[in-house]
């Protein structure tokens, strides 16, 4: 068998800095306000679209703000796990509220298509150029924190999307600056909102999978089943149960059957062994083995309604 590849980690375990989600949140804030008023002075249902889009910024940095420190309150007798997944229910959130605006933007494009309205393409290329620089200011604030929280990768997809946006409604309004093409603002918008449609659903899968406690999608049990029962003294490992807490902080509970009947106390060298490969090559570090000798149940890897 090939030498087993470490299970990638891709997310720095730093702390969020919780400053830059909260000045996040006043930028988007602001360009919401100022994109708001451009849009209706320009009459321009893309720019109006990225401003709710916007709007849906501030929500998002802000939830993920709330989140961020909710997560950090300690365990309690009635939420012995703490309060970790409140970033995942935010993430969710965050998504859901997106997918909302972008229908709403859709019955707005289509109409507008249907009944083209003359706009002030100057005024949306001014507005939108501003919206533009305070997103990628947003965007370089949550790069990092990104990496450690989906939480934050929620709000961080939101302002990428913005800028994104941004982008194609100053393309548009040139366009309709140069050569009176109306139809773009409308068609802009839907693109748009095709684009955050995905990403949400990205955001809501993974949500969802941590939700249901599924086994993370880098984790290929049965060659990590292979890898514990090669350790010396285990007979098997079966009935695994392996979830997340959140998008990195993987539990796990095993049964271990042992080779001889041996105290407690004479396992700890086993123990060691085994958590050793969970943590160094698997990034597990919730672990809690069941030992057990010629146990009476099943040994397959996943215990069936158990």
Not at 48 to 63: R, V, W
Not at 217 to 225: A, E, G, T
Request: hydrophobic content about 50%; overall charge neutral; aromatic content about 6%.
């Amino acid at each position: 068998m090939p030498e087993e590849k470490k299970v990638k980690n891709h997310h720095d375990h730093g702390p969020v800095k919780e400053g830059n989600l909260m000045l996040a949140t006043l930028l988007n804030l602001v360009i919401t306000l100022v994109e708001l008023a451009g849009g209706i002075l320009a009459n321009s249902l893309a720019l109006l679209s990225d401003a709710l889009h916007n709007l849906s910024d501030t929500f998002a940095t802000f939830i993920a703000y709330v989140a961020t420190r909710v997560s950090r309150r300690k365990a309690t007798e009635q939420n012995t796990f703490g309060y970790k997944r409140v970033e995942i229910l935010a993430a969710m959130l965050n998504a859901i509220i997106l997918v909302i605006i972008c229908i709403f933007l859709f019955k707005e494009a289509v109409e507008r298509i249907r009944h083209p309205e003359p706009i002030k393409p100057l005024v949306v290329i001014i507005v939108a150029m501003v919206g533009l620089g305070a997103n990628l200011l947003a965007v370089a604030l949550l790069r990092n924190d990104s990496r450690k929280s989906i939480n934050v990768k929620a709000a961080y997809v939101h302002l990428i999307g913005d800028s994104l946006s941004s982008v194609v409604v100053i393309m548009a309004a040139v366009a309709i600056q140069l050569f009176d093409f109306y139809w773009i603002d409308p068609v802009v918008t839907i693109a748009i909102g095709l684009y955050l449609i995905r990403e949400a659903y990205v955001i809501l899968k993974e949500a969802v999978s941590i939700l249901m406690q599924s086994t993370p999608h880098n984790l290929d049990l049965v060659r990590l089943q292979s890898k514990i029962e090669a350790v010396p003294g285990v007979c098997s490992m079966h009935h695994i149960h392996v979830w997340r807490m959140n998008d990195h902080d993987i539990h796990m509970e095993p049964h271990i059957e042992i080779a001889e009947d041996r105290k407690i106390s004479e396992l700890e060298a086993v123990r060691k062994d085994i958590e050793k490969i969970l943590r160094s090559r698997y990034h597990i570090h919730h672990i809690t083995l069941q030992f057990e000798y010629k146990p009476d149940h099943s040994k397959s890897l996943i215990s069936k309604g158990e």
